[in-house]
């Protein structure tokens, strides 16, 4: 509703992970390093971790982006499944029909899949996201699946992507086989102060601004970072808020005056105090 009045060919703070918006801090560049060397290392197994809205997403997105033609890809979102319907989902997920089919079966097909990927040097790479559901168990039994390979390469790559509590998880007595495996584990960091304000004006050019249609000041960046803790989906939420302020107020300058009036208005829905975040992240 506001990107004619600032020249915007798109909304710059859409919430949706898009590659073309991302914005390369240097955690990011090194997740997405991390994730491009261990697939095509043909580590076995990856884990990248980080606060709810740091971009774990959104740097899997663009990895599929970048290397999308000589990938095979599934994806799954975990929730507590038990390890038969989760490997239902990665067979459909790539695409095999394993409709009525037993464990056994599954992983037999799973495994000729792989090998017909591997024969046609394809990399196989299984993505679990929001892999801090997952139980010891079913993770004991995803380092089992890993263990599909020829002589020389593993067959499958599996990527674990979680929140922080993945970490501990992964550190489990129990799971030490599975963690020797990982090679380190990539902790995406929340961006500072420097980075939020470049964030905040990479995604202002891509939308497309126009010369100077928009400028925010200074010490709206600090009113951002303070407010976001440098969380990417925080800063969305708020910069998309605020130029809705502004727009309504007729005015193409952002200070830190009307960075706090967005962030009474994102907090004044159902909060009895002002001082509450809608979406606090843990310290
Ligand atoms: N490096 C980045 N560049 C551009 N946008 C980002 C970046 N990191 C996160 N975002 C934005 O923040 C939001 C949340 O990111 P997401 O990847 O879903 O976080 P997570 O998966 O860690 O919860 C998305 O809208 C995404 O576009
Ligand atoms: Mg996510």
Redesign the pocket.
């Known amino acids: 509703m506001y990107e004619e009045f600032f020249g915007f060919k798109e909304l710059p703070f859409?919430?949706?992970?898009?590659p073309r918006?991302?914005?390369?801090?240097v955690s990011?560049r090194d997740a997405l390093a991390y994730v491009t060397y261990g697939v095509f290392q043909r580590k076995g197994f990856i884990a990248m971790t980080?606060?709810?809205?740091?971009?774990?997403?959104?740097?899997v997105g663009a990895f599929i982006d970048l290397f999308e033609p000589s990938l095979e890809v599934a994806f799954v979102f975990s929730t507590r499944f038990p390890f038969d319907q989760l490997l239902f989902l990665i067979c459909k997920d790539f695409g095999l029909e394993a409709d009525g089919l037993n464990k056994a079966q599954m992983l037999l097909l799973l495994n000729e899949f792989l090998i017909r990927q591997n024969e046609d040097n394809r990399n196989a790479v299984l993505i679990i996201d929001e892999a801090q559901n997952l139980s010891p168990d079913v993770l004991e039994e995803l380092r089992m699946l890993s263990n599909l390979e020829t002589r020389d390469r593993k067959l499958l790559q599996i990527m674990l992507v979680g929140q922080p509590e993945l970490e501990t998880l992964l550190n489990m007595n129990e799971l030490r086989q599975l963690r020797q495996r990982i090679p380190g584990i990539c902790r995406?960091s929340m961006l500072d102060r420097e980075d939020v304000e470049s964030?905040i004006r990479y995604?202002l050019d891509v939308a497309g601004r126009r010369g100077n249609a928009v400028h925010f000041t200074s010490d709206s960046f600090d009113e951002v970072f303070h407010y976001s803790s440098g969380i990417?989906?925080l800063i969305?939420i708020l910069c998309d808020r605020v130029l809705l302020v502004a727009y309504v107020a007729n005015t193409r300058v952002v200070d830190g005056r009307l960075v706090r009036e967005g962030i009474r208005e994102l907090e004044s829905p159902g909060m009895s105090s002002g001082k509450h975040r809608a979406a606090k992240p843990r310290a």
């Open positions: 859409n919430v949706t992970p898009d918006f991302l914005y390369r801090s990011h980080g606060e709810v809205g740091v971009g774990k997403t959104t740097i995406i964030y995604r990417p989906r969305n």
